[in-house]
C-alpha cells in the first residue's frame, strides 16, 4: 500500500479541522442566545482524499509529497459554512480572524465582487498555530444553491452552441439570488430594530 500524502499528519490535521468547528459552533450557539437564531444553515469539512491531493498536485506540476500538500496547497483541509444572511456570513468571517492562533494568508470576497459567471462567496486561507492551512468558504443558502447547481450543469455540459446564453443565463440566475439576498438582508434587519 502506498505511503499517505499526508505522512503522519491526519490526526492533527483532523485535530485542527475539529478546532476550528468548535470555534464556530461556539459562535453558533452564543448568536443564538443573543439573537434568537442560529447564523449557521449548515457546516461541513473534509480533510482532501488522497487521490483528489495526488491530482491536484500532478495538475499543478508538484511532486506528490507531504511537503506539496501541506505547503505548497493550502485547502488539504476545507471548512464550507453556509448562512442564513450576508451579515451572517460577516459575522463568522470576524470570528475566525480573530481566534487565537489564526493567520489569515489569503482573503477574496466574491460577495462584495462577484466573479464573471456570478458566483459569489468569501474565501479565505486561515493558517493555524503556524502549522496547517485551511481552506474557508462562506456563503449564503441562495449562494451555496446557485453553486451547487452551477457545478451539476458545468460537470454535465458538453460545448454547444448555447454556450453563450447558458453563461448570461447563470449570470442573471445568479444576480436574481444576489438581489434577494439583499432583500432579505433589509427585511430582517428593519425586524431586528423592532424588538
Not at 503522519?8 to 448568536?31: C, P, Q, T, Y
Amino acid at each position: 500500500m502506498r505511503e499517505s500524502i499526508y505522512g503522519n499528519h491526519i490526526d492533527a490535521m483532523e485535530d485542527v479541522m475539529n478546532i476550528i468547528l468548535g470555534s464556530i459552533d461556539e459562535l453558533r450557539a452564543n448568536m443564538a442566545e443573543e439573537f434568537g437564531s442560529d447564523p449557521v444553515e449548515h457546516c461541513r469539512a473534509r480533510i482532501k482524499s488522497e487521490e483528489s491531493m495526488r491530482e491536484k498536485c500532478r495538475r499543478q506540476n508538484l511532486p506528490e509529497t507531504t511537503e506539496s500538500a501541506l505547503e505548497l496547497i493550502h485547502d488539504a483541509i476545507g471548512i464550507r459554512v453556509v448562512c442564513a444572511f450576508i451579515s451572517d456570513v460577516y459575522s463568522v468571517r470576524e470570528h475566525l480572524t480573530s481566534m487565537a492562533k489564526v493567520e489569515v494568508v489569503e482573503e477574496k470576497d466574491y460577495i462584495k465582487h462577484a466573479k464573471p459567471n456570478g458566483y459569489r462567496s468569501l474565501h479565505m486561507i486561515l493558517k493555524y498555530d503556524n502549522s496547517y492551512f485551511v481552506e474557508i468558504q462562506l456563503r449564503t443558502i441562495s449562494m451555496d444553491t446557485w453553486a451547487a447547481l452551477e457545478h451539476h450543469i458545468h460537470y454535465k455540459k458538453t460545448a454547444s452552441e448555447n454556450d453563450k446564453l447558458i453563461i448570461a443565463e447563470l449570470k442573471r440566475c445568479a444576480d436574481e439570488l444576489a438581489s434577494t439576498d439583499m432583500s432579505m438582508q433589509t427585511i430582517r434587519d428593519m425586524i431586528r430594530k423592532e424588538l
